[in-house]
């Protein structure tokens, strides 16, 4: 069984502020993780993903995350926000084969 | 290599009506995906084929769903009977491998029953 869940329905930051995202998740087997970005009726977009070895993951668009096996988290940051990065942010788990969703964080971006 | 596709984006119907999506994934991809999406919530799996054969249905996915992928290569999801609790974006990923790859998604086909 698997299961993720993201701490903040919505984060509102200003243009050029840190962006920290949290994730936490469950799994019964080492688990890849990934963080997807879905902007306003679109698809879902991959930003990045953990497999195995290195545990900072550095993906599209300036952001990272850092696995934490001890803390089960796999929070997404960028050093600095840009207005572009205004959208839902969905973190996701993947212990066998289909993808198990948090319910997604929408991150607004203040000029 | 041009992406998932869905086809189509947008369909509006009535309660009772049967409604079909096409899915074509990414070409040499042999898994692929669908999930459901509710206004708010992350994307909920349905089903998913390996190559033709369809492995694994979740409980969300009613007798009233019925999904094919007759070739190995795209794939239909048949609604039949809609309801109203059956609006929601439907969407589509492919992957290459065995289990655990990266999917990738298609822009999804949002339906909204009257």
């Known amino acids: 069984a698997q299961s993720v869940t993201q701490l903040g329905s919505h984060v509102s930051v200003s243009e050029g502020a840190l962006v920290l995202l949290r994730c936490n998740y469950s799994?019964?087997?080492?688990?890849?993780l990934f963080w997807y970005v879905q902007y306003p009726n679109q698809g879902l977009q991959l930003l990045l993903k953990?497999?195995?070895?290195?545990?900072l993951v550095k993906g599209i668009n300036g952001f990272e995350a850092e696995f934490k096996k001890s803390e089960t988290s796999f929070h997404l940051t960028k050093p600095s926000a840009h207005m572009s990065d205004a959208a839902e942010y969905f973190c996701a788990v993947n212990g066998r084969r289909a993808l198990t969703f948090g319910s997604g964080t929408r991150l607004q971006v203040q000029p | 290599d041009t992406g998932v596709s869905q086809n189509p984006r947008h369909k509006i119907t009535k309660r009772g009506q049967n409604v079909t999506f096409r899915c074509d994934p990414i070409?040499?991809?042999?898994?692929l995906y669908w999930y459901r999406q509710t206004l708010g919530q992350g994307p909920e799996f349905l089903t998913y084929?390996?190559?033709?054969?369809?492995?694994?249905k979740s409980r969300l996915l009613s007798d009233r769903f019925s999904a094919e992928r007759p070739k190995g290569s795209f794939s239909t999801l048949e609604i039949q009977r809609t309801e109203q609790g059956d609006s929601a974006m439907y969407l589509c990923?492919?992957?290459?491998?065995?289990?655990?790859?990266?999917?990738?998604f298609g822009p999804g086909t949002r339906l909204l029953v009257l």
């Open positions: 084929f390996q190559n033709e054969a369809q492995l694994e």
């Open positions: 990923a492919s992957s290459l491998g065995s289990g655990k790859e990266t999917q990738y």
């Open positions: 070409s040499e991809h042999n898994r």
């Open positions: 953990y497999t195995t070895g290195a545990t």
């Open positions: 799994s019964s087997v080492p688990p890849y």
